[in-house]
């Protein structure tokens, strides 16, 4: 049946993904990619010769259209992101809207998400979390989200990249206070994976002289919450 497939792909490490997703790329008509090289390297890598099609948030709105049209020709087509499950920060979410409308099946396959690697591996409460993504570029606005959440009875998880993490971290602690426990996970399931739990004074303290390089997910435990190593 033609269909949607949404296929999570690695964080990082090559083999992390499923041998059910390997088998769903193989088996596909169309894979909707954001970056044509970066699927090509993980498709080079799988051994898998597909037609892809760039689905990225400056054409998604325009793309939905044609997508739909492909399903309802019989294709099947899957949905990737550059690392992770799409729809999560990553496009997606408009496509799936679209078929789920129509009555077109989607399908989700489990795989590699960065927030749930990161909170799990950060020994911070997983109760209870609320993922706010990337925040805006402003810092009265991300300011602001600090000050809106502050007092929040779970656990906070954001994303960042390598230009803003150390302003990130500088703001959280403006507004959240220095003695705040935080994890900052970096590169993760690649080489230089590095995870720094603490205090958000002494986890800032331990960036500030390395390299930024790779791609942030910032967890923060509940005000409650006392860190003691």
Do not use: W
């Not at 909707?32 to 400056?58: A, F, G, P, Q």
């Not at 992101?81 to 679209?98: E, K, Q, W």
Request: hydrophobic share 40%; net charge positive; aromatic share 8%.
């Amino acid at each position: 049946m033609s269909k949607l497939v949404i296929v999570p792909t690695p964080i990082g490490n090559l083999g992390d993904i499923s041998a059910r997703s390997i088998d769903t790329l193989a088996r596909c008509d169309v894979i909707l990619c954001e970056d044509t090289r970066v699927c090509s390297k993980l498709l080079n890598h799988l051994k898998i010769d597909k037609k892809m099609l760039l689905y990225r948030d400056d054409n998604e709105e325009k793309q939905v259209q044609k997508i739909i049209d492909l399903i309802g020709d019989g294709n099947t087509v899957c949905l990737t992101s550059d690392a992770g499950t799409p729809a999560i920060s990553d496009p997606g979410y408009r496509i799936v809207n679209a078929c789920r409308r129509r009555k077109i099946p989607v399908e989700s396959l489990p795989g590699a998400c960065a927030l749930i690697t990161a909170l799990a591996a950060s020994g911070l409460p997983s109760d209870g979390f609320l993922f706010l993504g990337f925040l805006p570029s402003k810092t009265s606005a991300r300011t602001n989200v600090f000050k809106k959440y502050s007092d929040f009875d779970y656990t906070l998880i954001f994303y960042e990249s390598r230009h803003r993490i150390l302003k990130f971290l500088k703001e959280l602690q403006n507004v959240m206070g220095a003695t705040r426990v935080i994890c900052v996970a970096r590169e993760m399931t690649k080489l230089h994976e590095i995870f720094h739990v603490g205090e958000a004074g002494q986890v800032y303290e331990e960036i500030v002289g390395m390299s930024t390089k790779g791609e942030y997910v910032i967890i923060v435990a509940p005000q409650r919450f006392k860190f003691s190593p």
